[in-house]
């Protein structure tokens, strides 16, 4: 994945940074099924800095494959953070990195004062298989969720997927 710049007015795209597992500064290492950049979204992180968050639903987890991940990297032109990468086992995320929940497989933020980020984690397992689950924070360490679990598992279809798709909001006005 590369990150560059489109200027409009000269209709010029200059390239930018190349952006992988193996990269300097990108946490991680490439490997078979990892899918780094399946999911792609742009926001402000909460030190004013222009991000750019990049799922990695199959990324293994300590021990545990197809758990998922996503990597937090600062793009504006000196970026003074380093790239961060969370994951179910990270600190405040709800739930529990399991075999193939693929934590990061589509992203959003959401505009505000400090613009928040949700996280699709279709896979997500529970009585059913797949209940899928969403979660949602403004700051890396406080995390809401949300899931669906129809309360008779069997009497809908098994496999829901919430979470597989997250509309990017767009200015009204």
């Known amino acids: 994945m590369q990150l560059g710049r489109?200027?409009?007015?000269?209709?010029?795209?200059?390239?930018?940074?190349n952006l992988h597992q193996n990269a300097p500064g990108i946490p991680g290492s490439n490997e078979a099924g990892d899918r780094f950049g399946t999911a792609v979204t742009i926001g402000k992180n909460l030190h004013d800095q222009t991000s750019v968050?990049?799922?990695?639903?199959?990324d293994r987890v300590g021990t545990i494959t197809r758990a998922g991940s996503v990597t937090l990297?600062?793009?504006?032109?000196?970026?003074?953070?380093?790239?961060?990468?969370?994951s179910q086992y990270s600190p405040g995320v709800p739930d529990d990195a399991n075999y193939n929940d693929e934590f990061g497989t589509t992203l959003s933020y959401l505009p505000g004062s400090t613009d928040g980020l949700m996280v699709g984690t279709p896979r997500e397992t529970g009585p059913t298989?797949?209940?899928?689950?969403?979660s949602y924070t403004r700051n890396l360490n406080a995390w809401e969720s949300l899931n669906f679990d129809h309360p008779s598992p069997g009497t809908l279809i098994n496999q829901r997927l919430f979470g597989d798709v997250l509309a990017q909001p767009t200015a009204i006005g």
């Open 53 to 58: 968050a990049i799922g990695t639903p199959g």
């Open 73 to 86: 990297v600062p793009i504006n032109a000196t970026p003074t953070l380093p790239a961060t990468r969370f």
């Open 6 to 17: 489109w200027d409009e007015e000269t209709r010029v795209y200059t390239p930018g940074r």
């Open 129 to 134: 298989t797949w209940k899928g689950l969403v």
